[in-house]
């Protein structure tokens, strides 16, 4: 079961019921759509949400990058870290550009054993990760699924998605009071960690922190984090703000884009409006550091 090569597409494809079947497009766009990809943008729902990467690339436009969203569902720096691998099979990346929140998520991402390799999977972080024997059996199970899927059921391939973009967002507009209830609700309960407890819990995420920065030196690829809080933080910067540091370059989006309450779908994403307002601002901060 660890040597058996399995069909990569597959995998993506059978992920049909989670994050809106948005795996499947990532792997077309990565492996199969021949336009390169000079800026990915990687991160979680609030990349998908709130990055119009067609609208950025247009902004661009005299620069003639390609710019893509290849967000996914839920935070777990691993698949972040498995994506990036992906990518630099098919093309040349020239900025990096990682979604970080108020802090890191300490824990793997629950799609990583599903679509990681298998040695990534056997050979990931040990220390720290609650979700290291649970990854093992989950992709093992999933790859005997997958073998069983093309070899003994044959399962039929969907057809290939052509969309060159991940922007996904919605038109509608929170209401200020649940805005400023999941607000109250968040500030409550933000926990403040120790600099002892913050070192011991946040090495699974800074291990694959380094990682990428690691493989993004190796391809001469320039690092940038991009700041996207939920409403109403009380956090002007990640609490990681130094790792950070480290690495590349912080993009942390103007107060007023991040306060207009017009901005918001909900409490954690924006809707188109607010997109639009940070893709143009993210557009003219690519422009400077090039």
């Given at each position: 079961?660890?040597?058996?090569?399995?069909?990569?597409r597959?995998q993506?494809?059978?992920?049909?019921?989670?994050c809106?079947n948005h795996?499947?497009w990532?792997?077309?766009?990565i492996?199969?759509?021949?336009k390169?990809?000079?800026?990915?943008?990687?991160?979680?729902?609030r990349?998908?949400?709130?990055?119009?990467?067609?609208m950025?690339?247009?902004?661009?436009h005299p620069?003639?990058?390609?710019?893509?969203?290849f967000g996914?569902c839920r935070?777990?720096?691993?698949?972040s870290?498995?994506?990036?691998?992906?990518?630099?099979?098919?093309?040349?990346v020239?900025?990096?550009?990682?979604?970080v929140?108020e802090?890191?998520?300490?824990y793997?991402h629950?799609?990583?054993?599903?679509?990681a390799?298998t040695?990534?999977?056997?050979?990931?972080?040990?220390?720290?990760?609650?979700n290291?024997?649970f990854?093992?059996?989950?992709?093992?199970?999933?790859?005997l699924?997958?073998?069983?899927d093309d070899?003994?059921?044959r399962?039929?391939e969907?057809?290939?998605?052509?969309?060159?973009?991940?922007f996904?967002?919605?038109?509608?507009?929170?209401?200020?009071e649940?805005?400023?209830e999941?607000?109250?609700?968040?500030?409550?309960?933000?926990?403040?960690?120790s600099?002892?407890?913050?070192?011991?819990?946040?090495?699974?995420?800074r291990?694959?922190?380094k990682?990428?920065?690691?493989?993004?030196k190796?391809?001469?690829i320039?690092i940038?984090?991009?700041?996207?809080?939920?409403?109403?933080?009380?956090l002007?910067?990640?609490?990681e703000?130094?790792?950070?540091?480290?690495y590349?370059?912080?993009?942390?989006?103007p107060s007023?884009?991040l306060?207009?309450?017009n901005?918001?779908?909900?409490e954690?994403?924006?809707?188109?409006?607010?997109?639009?307002?940070?893709s143009?601002?993210?557009?003219c901060?690519?422009?400077?550091?090039k």
């Amino acid at each position: 079961m660890v040597f058996i090569p399995v069909d990569r597409r597959l995998q993506y494809q059978g992920l049909e019921n989670d994050c809106f079947n948005h795996a499947l497009w990532i792997h077309d766009r990565i492996f199969i759509n021949a336009k390169p990809v000079d800026i990915a943008f990687l991160g979680s729902s609030r990349t998908i949400n709130n990055i119009n990467d067609q609208m950025i690339e247009e902004k661009l436009h005299p620069l003639k990058f390609h710019v893509v969203n290849f967000g996914y569902c839920r935070f777990g720096r691993n698949l972040s870290y498995v994506l990036m691998k992906d990518i630099l099979k098919e093309t040349k990346v020239h900025i990096l550009i990682l979604e970080v929140r108020e802090d890191e998520d300490r824990y793997s991402h629950p799609i990583f054993p599903y679509i990681a390799e298998t040695r990534d999977v056997f050979l990931a972080y040990p220390f720290f990760n609650k979700n290291l024997i649970f990854d093992y059996y989950r992709h093992l199970t999933y790859k005997l699924e997958t073998l069983k899927d093309d070899y003994i059921n044959r399962c039929e391939e969907v057809p290939v998605r052509q969309d060159a973009y991940g922007f996904s967002s919605f038109d509608d507009t929170a209401s200020i009071e649940l805005l400023n209830e999941a607000k109250m609700r968040r500030n409550m309960q933000a926990p403040k960690l120790s600099r002892f407890s913050r070192n011991f819990h946040m090495q699974y995420p800074r291990k694959y922190l380094k990682d990428i920065s690691d493989v993004c030196k190796e391809n001469d690829i320039r690092i940038c984090f991009l700041y996207l809080p939920a409403y109403g933080t009380s956090l002007l910067k990640p609490a990681e703000f130094y790792t950070y540091m480290k690495y590349g370059e912080i993009f942390i989006p103007p107060s007023g884009i991040l306060n207009n309450t017009n901005n918001w779908f909900d409490e954690n994403h924006f809707n188109q409006n607010g997109a639009r307002e940070l893709s143009g601002w993210i557009a003219c901060e690519l422009k400077m550091i090039k």
